[in-house]
């Protein structure tokens, strides 16, 4: 299954889906549809740079085009949201502005940000 395929829960304003128990900033939903393409064509190639790096230097070279990458997709660097509000990316999501949201899940949806499979949480 692809990540693609997961159902992993997302924050009711959009900013956010959690993954391994974290908040992840998901990419900035006003990027065209072209500039979106290239940066995850950009990424896609940078991970797979990262895992045939041979030394030190190609790894810390194609980590560095992962972060350019996910910069330009808005989920690393300065928030793309102007309400002010912080990033709160990577933390827990009890632990943030959405612990009341996080808390109102089901059982079922909860282990899918957690990454654990329960199958005995019942229906979604």
Excluded: C, I
């Amino acid at each position: 299954m692809t990540r693609r395929d997961k159902a992993y829960p997302q924050t009711p304003d959009g900013r956010y889906f959690v993954a391994k128990g974290r908040l992840w900033r998901k990419s900035d939903p006003s990027l065209d549809k072209s500039t979106r393409r290239a940066a995850v064509r950009a990424l896609m190639q940078a991970r797979r740079a990262v895992k045939l790096a041979a030394t030190e230097a190609e790894t810390r070279a194609a980590r560095d085009e992962v972060d350019a990458a996910k910069r330009r997709l808005g989920e690393r660097g300065p928030v793309w949201w102007d309400d002010g509000a912080p990033d709160e990316g990577r933390k827990h999501p009890a632990n943030s502005r959405y612990a009341d949201w996080w808390t109102g899940l089901t059982p079922r949806q909860r282990a899918a940000g957690e990454g654990k499979a329960d199958e005995s949480a019942g229906p979604r």
